[in-house]
């Protein structure tokens, strides 16, 4: 296109409704989904071209576009999708191109190509700062000057001063890394009767070149993975792209490996731990389509993806898919949502699959295959024994009853390993002053710091505020009469040295190994160089410890206390996935899980390993309040400095609400978790059933409201956060 007298509509990364249109230059071609530089306001900014238009520019005043980025333009699929998503979470389009556009560095044409590693000089003097750029630096990759400052937490300047000093020496960027080809057929493994004509309906799936979603359900250790890998093959076999979606806390090395082995090339990999230098190379080999297989997490949705045909989805259960902040969505769904979009299939996989999948597959609209038998030499599943804390439970002060002490002793005695597993990180959750009562808690939020021993710290997990730990209380001035209250794993750790002085021992946590630690920590413990394991949830997802025969689940209660109404649902999967950890091997394993709610209905259907009869209570109860999958459900959340601000906000709120008997309104009344980052929280909470525009009597209710000065408003549709 290069009339002059035409425009364009540019979507702009902001939280805009809709696009600007601009000018189109004699000396320009540009076309519908083109990266282009506009102006905006004063400044420069990344746009794509959204639509064409036909519209003589001789009387408006239109900014031109400056520049066209030489690049492949943003897929047709990826713009319908990005509408799509706007729609149905109620966000400005602008929000969701911008996380289409979290790579400014492909924007910037020819990059600096001289990096930085760490040499054998030492600085003059040796800041924090600069150590933090040091211990980076020596991680042997070499990085640019603004990725080095980034990783580390500094300014530019930082790491200017140490090149200068000869602390840091330059080397020569190499050009980016071409992708290898992957194998369909690659290394194969030999699929059992069951695996075999699961993995047959998923290559006549991708074979149809249509949509459809397809839920692969099976124990632990059934190899789904192996079967799923059946339906990526036949779909490289086509020459489609794959993306494999994890939750970020299950994407580990030796997962990885093991896609690489099957495929005999590297995935490209997506997720937050990756540099910004292999992003940019994964972007551009997505939109070129050199990148044919893409392991990540959610935010991998959002690439500019050329020739995708398949999406796996494995652990498909997990909450963490989705998104609890920004644009709140749920990857799993809209997975399913670009698959419609882009007419190929879907795949979603799982050991303890979500009520809503189930659902879904029972009325027809999913193939369900079931897998029912673990593959390999140990066929059975792990046996569930509850352990009545209220009958025999540990001594005052410790958190291992005898009954589980036993078992551990019986597994190491015999050279097998043991995990402990409890859902809680740090020390522990509360301290208390025994003089006065008083809880150190958060400033910034309504909740309690934790204390991580380890570190010498108590921290928020909310809002990442961290300050060391007290020895006077904070209220009363009392000296030494702060006292922990309830276990982390730090904990728990410190009960098990004592009780077990001669085990190898490690702890396995998001906030105790990180990168490159808890890579090596996981393989370790997968060698069995580890007897005693102790972790949060970040040891049941897929994870494959051989040696492991035992598990036991500190508190079996834990997940339930909450007022979350999938929390019986969330229980179950975490339980029966981390039981699952245990007899992979060559020997059977067990799980022990300390309760004091042993007649609960959860409780006794693990140990039955009835998964039925469990879920059918589960669906009684939601059917019957009318919560998803059997009802659609929507939080409207206000957030102020002020409290009364904020609480005055919402109650007008609620005399703008349309009447009407399809939709209920509750609310507003304060968030459980009330202050949050120096914000005070106030919440509705809306119902209806499925068939109801939910979205429609949102906008309308909101329809021209415009928070002032604080006053910040959240739709979050389909929560799975309740706090």
Not at 184 to 205: C, D, F, H, I, W
Not at 294 to 316: C, K, M, T, Y
Not at 551 to 570: K, M, S, Y
Request: include cysteine.
């Amino acid at each position: 296109m290069s009339n002059p007298a035409t425009t364009v509509d540019v979507l702009l990364p902001y939280a805009l409704a809709g696009c600007y249109s601009y000018s189109v230059p004699p000396h320009l071609e540009v076309a519908a989904g083109d990266f282009v530089h506009v102006p905006l306001g004063t400044r420069q900014t990344i746009g794509v071209v959204w639509r064409e238009q036909s519209k003589p520019v001789s009387d408006l005043k239109l900014k031109p576009i400056t520049a066209r980025c030489e690049m492949a333009p943003l897929p047709e699929l990826s713009r319908r999708f990005i509408e799509w998503i706007a729609a149905y979470y109620l966000e400005p389009v602008g929000n969701i191109l911008r996380l289409c556009l979290r790579v400014p560095g492909v924007f910037e044409g020819r990059r600096d190509t001289v990096g930085y590693v760490a040499s054998d000089v030492e600085p003059d003097k040796l800041t924090p700062q600069r150590a933090r750029v040091l211990a980076v630096a020596r991680q042997g990759m070499a990085l640019r000057a603004s990725e080095l400052a980034a990783e580390a937490a500094v300014g530019s300047s930082v790491v200017r001063g140490l090149a200068r000093q000869g602390a840091l020496r330059e080397v020569a960027l190499s050009p980016f890394q071409p992708f290898s080809t992957p194998e369909p057929l690659g290394q194969r493994v030999a699929l059992n009767s069951e695996q075999t004509a699961a993995a047959e309906e998923l290559r006549r799936s991708v074979a149809a070149r249509s949509f459809s979603v397809t839920l692969i359900d099976g124990v632990t250790g059934s190899g789904k993975t192996e079967v799923y890998f059946e339906a990526m093959a036949a779909a490289l076999s086509q020459g489609k792209q794959v993306l494999l979606l994890l939750p970020e806390i299950a994407l580990t090395q030796s997962f990885l490996e093991r896609v690489e082995r099957r495929f005999v090339a590297q995935p490209a990999e997506w997720h937050s731990g990756v540099r910004q230098r292999e992003r940019e190379r994964v972007w551009l080999g997505v939109a070129s389509g050199a990148a044919k297989v893409v392991v990540g997490a959610r935010s991998a949705l959002f690439l500019p993806w050329r020739n995708l045909g398949l999406i796996v989805v494995d652990e498909e259960h997990e909450p963490a898919f989705k998104q609890e902040d920004g644009v709140r969505y749920h990857a799993r769904d809209m997975a399913v949502v670009l698959g419609s979009l882009g007419r190929f299939p879907v795949v979603l996989a799982s050991a303890t699959p979500s009520l809503e999948s189930l659902v879904n597959a029972g009325r027809q609209r999913y193939r369900h295959l079931v897998l029912r038998h673990r593959h390999g030499a140990r066929k059975e599943v792990p046996s569930v024994e509850l352990i009545d804390l209220r009958a025999a439970g540990p001594e005052p002060g410790r958190w291992l009853s005898p009954t589980l002490v036993g078992a551990m002793q019986e597994a190491m005695a015999a050279g097998e390993q043991v995990l402990l597993f409890l859902n809680r990180r740090g020390y522990a959750p509360l301290t208390l002053c025994r003089a006065c009562g008083h809880r150190i808690e958060c400033p910034n939020c309504s909740a309690w710091l934790v204390e991580h021993r380890f570190r010498r710290q108590l921290l928020c997990h909310h809002c990442g505020h961290q300050q060391p730990t007290a020895t006077r209380c904070p209220s009363c001035d009392a000296e030494g009469l702060l006292v922990p209250c309830g276990p982390g794993i730090e904990r728990l750790a410190e009960e098990a040295a004592e009780l077990f002085p001669d085990a190898a021992m490690t702890l396995l946590s998001s906030d105790l190994n990180r990168g490159n630690l808890l890579k090596d920590a996981l393989s370790d413990a997968a060698k069995g160089r580890y007897n005693l394991l102790i972790g949060t949830q970040l040891v049941a997802k897929g994870h494959h410890f051989p040696k492991l025969t035992l598990v036991g689940v500190v508190d079996g209660d834990l997940a339930l206390e909450t007022i979350d109404p999938r929390a019986g649902e969330r229980t179950w999967q975490i339980l029966a996935q981390v039981a699952g950890r245990a007899g992979r091997g060559e020997r059977p394993g067990r799980a022990l899980v300390q309760t004091h709610l042993p007649t609960h209905p959860l409780m006794q259907a693990l140990k039955a390993g009835d998964r039925d009869r469990f879920l059918s209570h589960e669906r009684r109860v939601r059917e019957a309040a009318r919560l998803p999958p059997f009802g659609r459900l929507a939080g409207v959340i206000g957030s102020a400095r002020d409290a009364a601000e904020v609480e005055r906000f919402m109650r007008a709120l609620a005399r703008r609400v349309p009447v009407t008997r399809e939709v209920t309104v509750l609310g507003p009344a304060p968030a459980p978790l009330a202050l949050v980052q120096g914000r005070h929280r106030w919440r509705f909470l809306v119902r209806a059933a499925r068939d109801v525009d939910l979205q429609g009597f949102i906008t309308d209710w909101l329809r021209g409201v415009e928070p002032r000065g604080s006053l910040k408003l959240e739709v979050d549709v389909d929560p799975y956060n309740f706090l």
